[in-house]
């Protein structure tokens, strides 16, 4: 099974480097130690039970199952369209439930954020406070550009990855974070 996994990854077409390491990694993580070493055409759905079952077992997540198994599904799909079985075996297959967070949204308080950033590095205080008092993720505001950013006018905006910035007074007043 994990020279089919190599064979799925090796035929993929422009993938990023991303997601080549990505699946190298879950291939030699999670796959080669376990199943890897069944023949592709052995492959059935007891193995991935198995495989399910380990996962669990050795405390892994239910999203790096659910990623792992969509990556061997997607191999054995390329097997199943290059012959070299007739069904995919990962069809089927239980998997863990994904637990979505339920939990009610906690903010701190002004005083609670003041002593996290009274803690902090110099070099960290004001883009920790853009991120709290905009409500922008790190991801986003990692993209910003200056020319994205008019202080005068109180307005971001950004193309990729974020749709649009507004900076302005806080939702609850003057005085929230």
């Known amino acids: 099974m994990a020279e089919m ?3 799925h990854i090796d035929l993929l077409i422009r993938p990023s480097s991303g997601t080549t390491r990505t699946d190298q990694t879950m291939l030699d993580l999670h796959v080669r130690d376990i199943t ?18 380990s996962m669990m077992a050795k405390g892994r997540s239910p999203k790096t199952i ?5 990556l061997i599904s997607a191999a054995m799909n390329t097997a199943e369209m290059l012959q070299y079985i007739p069904r995919n075996p990962c069809r089927g297959v239980q998997l863990p439930g994904l637990d ?31 991120l709290v008092m905009t409500g922008t993720r790190f991801g986003e505001a990692t993209a910003l550009t200056v020319g994205d950013v008019d202080l005068l006018d109180c307005y971001g905006s950004a193309s ?9 007074t ?6 929230a974070l």
């Open 5 to 7: 996994i190599q064979e």
């Open 170 to 175: 806080p939702k609850y007043g003057e005085n």
């Open 100 to 130: 979505l967070a339920e939990d009610e949204a906690m903010f701190l308080t002004h005083s609670e954020f003041s002593l996290i950033v009274e803690g902090m590095g110099e070099r960290y205080k004001a883009f920790t406070s853009f």
């Open 36 to 53: 890897g070493h069944i023949p592709v055409d052995k492959l059935d759905y007891r193995h991935m039970n198995h495989w399910v079952k």
């Open 160 to 168: 990729e990855p974020m749709h649009g910035l507004r900076l302005r």
């Open 66 to 70: 659910h990623n792992v198994h969509d």
